[in-house]
């Protein structure tokens, strides 16, 4: 469980809305002794109440056949009391514990064995739980019925908390971690004097460690409660059975008697800029500026996220091109906090090592609170618009996060803001920005370093929130957007609308059109190139080359490149691998024969602007800096390297970061144009789309404009098979880190068509790939509350036998050797005696369950048929491997086991500050 900051306006790039029909006859059809009241329907969502005071949101959508419930109970850390901060996140874990009739165990048994997607987050003012899964009817009753037992009857014990305040003590120390997170949380504080959004949502370690059992279950008896809370539903499902369940599960829930306590505490208007300075170890900068703002409902807070975007976005942003492209800096930002009450807005910038702090803050507070001087263009308000509504359209074709996303409207006041917010961004107005910038974008409303005095404060008025009941209670919406086909997502269905073809030059091709909502469509471009010679030394250019695709392409700069992207309503992402480039990208049926053209530009037409490239540079080499004394980022470069044969240089070399900050220095520009003209071409590429489409236009195009690129050089795949390494011990030092993390790594002689791999696959769910269930995070989290994240991933190839199994946590330094007897201990039971029958069960069912959902995943399955036209492979390998992972027996899984899993062969690398841990303070 994390906590999560997410805005109404980000809110917009999570959500789904669909229409659900015969809302008056799906309430008509529910358990007649529970009534339910239609209170809403707009744009495809329909509100329901029950008589306890429960709000219920329906969003039904069929063209992708899972469902998500989310369920929302309006308590946060701003409800929280002197000494008890941090409690609504600690309660956030401890529903997890259990209830009489459902046990920690069988809860996050089940999460596991049904494959959903789960989490818990907390925020100032709401706290969500959100279950994803294969649509099924048994799966949405047990989600259902879970959530409403838990509502009421969660244990929150003080055995359960003894163990879990440690865990969120090492959240809270991987958050100590983060130089940002430290001084965002070091800035809210300053700014807000009295008001709780000044606290961190995590809490006060001393309050986490020493909360009372009976005030946590004070709050939790408060605020999880009906007339608190609002249910989600969203994806495919039964609206009419749907409502039935949710009465029948949630309807005996009685309404409190309890009045909740109203907020009334408001922060005062700032007198004049505040300072703050955090000093800790690291190698990256930060100049950062925040600003009071208006309550999520109010209009100006719309307004002030068009002027985020028009600050902080890159590359089109102005402090992008005020302190980047100047040099000044290698990377910024702009983040707004719309709560509900008065939040906040953040610009950020991030500096290397040898760049001035002083010369970043005067740019970035000249350029923020220069809006007088340099007025808003409706140039820029008009790309603000694109990008922000561009986003929100998007939307409305993921109804797997709908439900998630929309928990930050209805925190704010109503569900119904989501699309205020979007009608008020349509309607801005360069006037309106500029009013909004010369209220709230002044010094004496900053919180950036030091207080200033003034003869002559100016002061910004900070709005009181609307009242919302009457702000939505007419409000119609539009048309909801027309839904796409239901597409059953089984590997013969996939197989059978899936075609295949291969171009004169040997490009391969893979084609599955289908009705998707809001015509979206997506693709995968995968280019492989060179071979283990003509690559050598060539991995970092090749790198930055493809990092500089995006920075401009025939005609267009970098900001011209983005633009045209917005206007495509496109999103396109572009990396390198070894021997591959690989191009995701999404868009819109309407817009597919314009982007594959722009894609082919961008791929073989390059700006290659000189300054872009040192920006580049300068920006990887910062984020190389920034990783130096991290204890996760050590801890797997030092597994990476662990008995690398290969030569430096070679495709295969893992470098260290003192060698990719040299090979950095010593790469020219004119590096990365010869790589492209080397190794860019398409006669072993794969391109699969997936989605709404002309798929015999699609295929004529692709042909015409990818059809004759050949590359220069060859390609040959450079093989990595398996050697036996030898088993070691590494431990590394990172001074004033209050994290530490350990990684550990088995090779493996196996690739995914051995006859084992199924059954191994599940031995590793089991040991430590179940998410909250599995034996590692039995023991470290549930436990003994030493982590609060531990598992275990396998890795296992199509083409070489190099695989791997490996091991992972996060701890404090100070339970250093918890963690090294837990993961040994853990280990060598699983050889000596076994995994269980119920085990395996439940390991097979959350594999499945989790293949299944990732098949609805256009943008995956499109980089899965990619991928197996690589491999000479079709969606009967997926079936068939499905069909052995279902056939695995008991005695398979264990013979697997004591096979291929050997404790003495570990290798094991443990970062952190262990020279200056301290002991955990106990309860």
């Known amino acids: ?76 850390s701003r409800h929280e009391n002197y000494g008890e ?5 600690l309660l956030e874990h401890m529903v997890f514990k259990g209830t009489p009739k459902l046990p920690g165990k069988t809860i996050v048994q089940e999460f596991s064995k049904r494959g959903m997607h789960f989490n818990g987050t907390t925020w100032y003012d709401r706290t969500n739980y959100f279950e994803t899964f294969a649509t099924s009817d048994d799966n949405l009753d047990w989600a259902l019925q879970m959530e409403a037992d838990r509502m009421v009857n969660s244990f929150i014990a ?46 006060a370690r001393t309050d986490v460690e020493n909360v009372k059992i009976e005030n946590l279950q004070a709050f939790y008896r408060a605020h999880y409660q009906p007339d608190n809370a609002v249910l989600t ?144 263009t409706q140039v820029e308000l008009q790309r603000a618009k694109t990008v922000l509504l561009n986003n929100f359209e998007m939307t409305l074709t993921d109804p797997v996060a709908f439900g998630v996303g929309l928990s930050e409207a209805i925190a704010a006041g109503d569900w119904r803001l989501l699309f205020l917010t979007r009608d008020r961004i349509e309607a801005a107005t360069v006037a309106d920005l500029q009013r909004v910038a010369n209220n709230y974008l002044r010094e004496s409303n900053r919180t950036l370093g030091q207080f200033i005095p003034t003869d002559k404060p100016q002061r910004a008025e900070i709005p009181l929130a609307p009242d919302v009941s009457k702000l939505v209670a007419d409000y119609k919406g539009r048309a909801a957007v027309e839904a796409g086909e239901s597409f059953e997502p089984t590997p013969a269905n996939v197989e059978a609308r899936t075609t295949r073809s291969v171009l004169p030059n040997g490009m391969q091709m893979a084609l599955l059109p289908k009705k998707t909502r809001g015509k979206t469509v997506s693709g995968v471009l995968t280019l492989r190139m060179g071979d283990e010679k003509s690559l050598f030394k060539q991995m970092v250019p090749g790198d930055l080359a493809a990092s ?35 191009v995701n990208f999404e868009t819109r049926r309407e817009q597919l024969p314009e982007l594959l053209p722009l894609l082919n530009t961008i791929l073989r037409q390059p700006s290659w602007s000189p300054a872009e490239f040192e920006s580049l540079k300068t920006e990887a080499l910062t984020g190389i800096e920034d990783q130096m004394r991290q204890p996760e980022a050590l801890a797997q470069q030092a597994l990476a390297r662990y008995d690398n044969p290969y030569p430096r240089g070679d495709v295969r070399y893992s470098a260290s970061f003192e060698e990719q900050i040299s090979d950095l220095g010593s790469v020219k520009l004119a590096d990365l144009k010869r790589f492209q003209q080397r190794f860019y071409g398409t006669q072993n590429a794969q391109l699969a789309l997936v989605g709404d489409f002309d798929a ?215 970062a952190g500050d262990f020279a200056n841990a301290k002991p955990a303070v106990m309860k």
Do not use: C
């Open 158 to 203: 003080r055995s359960d908390l003894d163990s879990e305040f440690s865990v969120v003590r090492n959240e809270m120390e991987r958050g100590e971690n983060n130089p940002f997170g430290i001084l965002m949380q070091q800035m809210a504080a300053s700014a807000y004097q009295w008001h709780n959004y000044g606290k961190s949502t995590i809490g």
């Open 1 to 76: 469980m994390r906590f999560k900051t997410l805005s109404l306006v980000l809110a917009l790039s999570l959500g789904i809305v669909l229409p659900t029909q015969a809302a008056e006859a799906a309430v008509a059809s529910t358990n007649q002794s529970v009534a339910l009241t239609l209170l809403a329907s707009v744009e495809g969502i329909t509100e329901y109440k029950l008589p306890n005071g429960l709000r219920v949101l329906l969003a039904p959508d069929a063209s992708k056949p899972t469902t998500t419930v989310n369920i929302t109970y309006l308590v946060g």
């Open 696 to 910: 015999k236009a699609a295929a004529t195009q692709v042909q015409t404009l990818f059809g004759d690129w050949t590359a220069r050089e060859k390609y040959v795949r450079v093989s990595e098979p398996y050697r036996p390494m030898k088993p070691g011990m590494i431990k590394q030092e990172t001074p004033d880190k209050a994290n530490a993390a350990y990684f550990g790594g088995l090779p493996l002689d196996m690739v995914d068509t051995a006859p084992d791999y199924p059954a191994l696959a599940l031995a590793s769910r089991i040991l430590g790939g179940g998410g909250l269930k599995s034996r590692l995070m039995d023991r470290l989290r549930q436990r003994e509350g030493t982590s609060y994240g531990a598992g275990s991933w396998l890795h296992v190839g199509s083409t070489d036998n190099n695989g791997s199994l490996g091991l992972y946590a996060i701890y404090a330094p100070s339970n250093l050797a918890k963690v090294q007897a837990a993961v040994q201990e853990e280990v060598a039971k699983l050889v000596e005696t076994g995994a269980s029958q119920q085990e395996i069960d439940e390991a097979r069912s959350g594999i499945l369950q989790e293949a299944t959902i990732a098949r609805t995943l256009d943008g995956s399955l499109a980089g899965s048929l990619a991928n197996q036209l690589y491999l000479k492979r079709t969606m009967a390998f997926t079936e068939a491997l499905e069909t052995r992972l279902k056939a695995v027996t008991l005695a398979e899984v264990n013979a697997a086991i004591r096979k291929y899993v050997d404790p003495g062969k570990l290798v094991n690398v443990y």
């Open 548 to 582: 500089m695709l995006m920075r401009g392409a025939g005609k267009m700069n970098r900001q011209q490149l983005a633009d045209r992207l917005e206007q495509l309503k496109a999103k396109v992402a572009i990396g390198a691998s070894g021997q591959s480039l690989t």
């Open 85 to 89: 901060t941090g409690m609504a996140h």
């Open 233 to 376: 539903i969203t994806g495919h499902f039964d609206p009419a059975r749907t409502l039935a369940k949710v009465a029948e599960y949630f309807g005996p829930i009685p309404k409190p008697d309890r009045v909740l306590p109203t907020s009334y505490t408001r922060e005062p208007v700032q007198d004049g800029a505040h300072e703050v300075t955090v000093s800790r170890v690291g190698d990256t900068q930060l100049v950062a500026a925040q600003y009071h703002i208006s309550p999520g409902a109010h209009p100006d807070t719309a307004l002030m996220s068009l002027l985020a975007q028009i600050m902080g976005d890159t590359p089109t942003g102005r402090l992008h091109k005020a302190l980047v492209e100047k040099k000044k800096a290698v990377g910024v930002g702009a983040f707004s906090f719309e709560l509900e009450e008065p939040g906040y807005v953040m610009f950020s910038v991030e500096l290397n090592k040898k760049q001035s702090r002083e010369a970043a803050r005067q740019a970035l507070l000249a350029t923020v609170e220069g809006i007088a001087k340099q007025p808003i």
